[in-house]
């Protein structure tokens, strides 16, 4: 049997035409449901730290993360605390502070919540200890706002996809300090793996 693979869209946030981009990001979205986004102003060094720095800490013993516990969706969730789908067949034990189904997602995550905006938002945050991981925080806050930056220039574009006014989000205030979550997560196997994920709920 052959497997054909979409080719996804790229989409440039960059380009100065606005009107084409916003075209594009519509059509992608129709076609496909997912595009990728180059030139969006995260530089690749600084893709290169978070990384690394999320690879440290998934690498530290299981007692030194557990000190995270995840709290008011913040921190540290071990290997299978989460089941994102009920049906799954993984199973296996947990070590974390709630109770844990016997099945359960084969991965680890840690959650950061905003880092800026008034209110206690950002104090909710939990951080490893800097004697530990003296870049950790650093990293992830850059990280964070590099990503929401090329963010709000997308959803301008999302907006003109939609036929609405580029400033259509910021009039009806859904970029007000929106709850923007950065999402690090190693997926164990025979060579480390991670993924950096920013979630974006309003």
Same mark, same amino acid.
């Given at each position: 049997m052959t497997v054909?693979?979409?080719?996804l869209p790229v989409i440039d946030l960059s380009s100065p035409d606005r009107?084409?981009?916003?075209?594009?990001?519509?059509?992608?979205?129709?076609?496909y449901g997912f595009f990728y986004l180059a030139n969006h102003g995260v530089e690749e060094e600084l893709v290169k730290r978070a990384f690394e720095e999320s690879r440290k800490f998934f690498s530290l013993p299981l007692d030194e993360k557990m000190k995270l516990p995840r709290k008011e969706h913040r921190g540290y969730t071990p290997l299978y605390a989460e089941? *994102?789908? /009920?049906?799954?067949s993984s199973k296996g034990s947990c070590s974390y502070s709630h109770a844990c189904s016997e099945s359960g997602d084969s991965k680890e995550s840690f959650y950061v919540g905003p880092v800026r905006g008034s209110?206690?938002?950002? &104090?909710?945050?939990?951080w490893p200890s800097p004697e530990a991981l003296p870049s950790w925080r650093s990293t992830? &806050?850059? +990280?964070h706002d590099k990503v929401m930056s090329a963010g709000r220039r997308l959803i301008s574009l999302i907006a003109l996809a *939609?036929? *609405?006014d580029e400033d259509y989000f910021d009039k009806v205030g859904a970029m007000n300090e929106p709850d923007a979550f950065l999402r690090l997560i190693h +997926? /164990?196997?025979?060579?480390?793996?991670?993924?950096c994920i920013l979630t974006w709920d309003d």
């Open positions: 054909s693979t979409a080719k009107l084409s981009t916003a075209n594009s990001i519509r059509q992608a979205c129709v076609d089941n *994102l789908n /009920p049906d799954s209110g206690n938002k950002a &104090e909710l945050n939990q992830m &806050e850059s +990280y *939609l036929n *609405l +997926y /164990p196997g025979r060579n480390l793996s991670f993924s």
